[in-house]
């Protein structure tokens, strides 16, 4: 769950950030997917790190 929310959340403000400096849609979609992709990859790090310190 935290992985997706977190590709979710990243794509989010890739967008808005994005739209935020006037940029084209392949700019805001670019920018949705980078987010995206990079706090995905967060929240997998983080679910395996509490899954470590769980178990």
Same mark, same amino acid.
């Given at each position: 769950?935290?992985?997706?929310?977190?590709?979710? %959340?990243?794509?989010? $403000?890739?967008?808005?950030?994005?739209?935020?400096?006037?940029?084209?849609?392949?700019?805001?979609?670019? &920018?949705?997917?980078? &987010?995206? @992709?990079?706090?995905? $990859?967060?929240? %997998?790090?983080?679910? @395996?790190?509490?899954?470590?310190? %769980?178990?």
């Amino acid at each position: 769950m935290i992985v997706i929310a977190g590709a979710l %959340l990243g794509a989010a $403000l890739g967008g808005f950030n994005a739209r935020r400096r006037n940029g084209s849609a392949a700019d805001i979609a670019q &920018y949705a997917a980078a &987010y995206g @992709i990079l706090f995905a $990859l967060i929240g %997998l790090l983080a679910t @395996i790190a509490i899954e470590k310190v %769980l178990l």
